[in-house]
């Protein structure tokens, strides 16, 4: 992710938009984990040429951790506009601002969990690597199910 994309990031309409922020944070969450999953377990043709060494894995984990940060301050800051919108609201409008603070509660649990274990990684831990790639792979499953809520009820 570019410097670009992270001006795009904390320039979104947090206040007014809180929904589509999530949406766009869960978007950029996803294209990191993904980066970051295809250096940990890289392609059978990438293992066949050489595969990647840890301190280029250690590196994306790094740039990733970053991101996950900034992703995990806008979901954070649209939690705060929820439960700040809960005590001003009544009935379907309460019921909207429960069910965003409720989502952004879970995406800032997962997030934590997901960035301990890439410290965990970047400091070298015996068995971290084994770790952070179940955790980023539930990590990405349970972003894209965030992503698009109603695909699997088909």
């Keep these: 992710m570019d410097g670009r994309t992270l001006t795009a990031l904390s ?20 294209k990191s ?52 919108a809960e005590g001003r609201t009544h009935g379907s409008e309460l019921q909207k601002w429960k069910a965003i603070s409720g989502t952004c509660r879970r995406i800032v649990e997962n997030l934590d969990e997901w960035r301990v274990l890439a410290l965990d990684f970047e400091a070298n831990t ?13 990590l990405i499953h349970f972003l894209r199910d965030l992503e698009h809520p109603a695909a699997g009820l088909q």
Excluded: W
């Excluded at 922020?21 to 978007?27: D, F, L, N, P, W």
């Excluded at 015996?126 to 539930?138: M, P, V, Y």
């Design 33 to 84: 984990s993904n980066t970051l999953q295809k250096a940990l377990e890289p392609s059978f043709f990438r293992k066949l040429l050489g595969g990647i060494t840890k301190d280029y894995a250690r590196s994306i984990c790094a740039i990733s951790n970053e991101q996950i940060r900034v992703v995990r301050g806008i979901v954070g800051q649209v939690a705060q506009v929820a439960m700040a």
């Design 126 to 138: 015996i068995g971290s690597h084994a770790a952070l790639s179940d955790e980023n792979k539930r």
């Design 11 to 30: 320039s979104l309409p947090i206040q007014t938009y809180p929904g589509y922020s999530v949406r766009m944070a869960i978007v950029e969450a996803i």
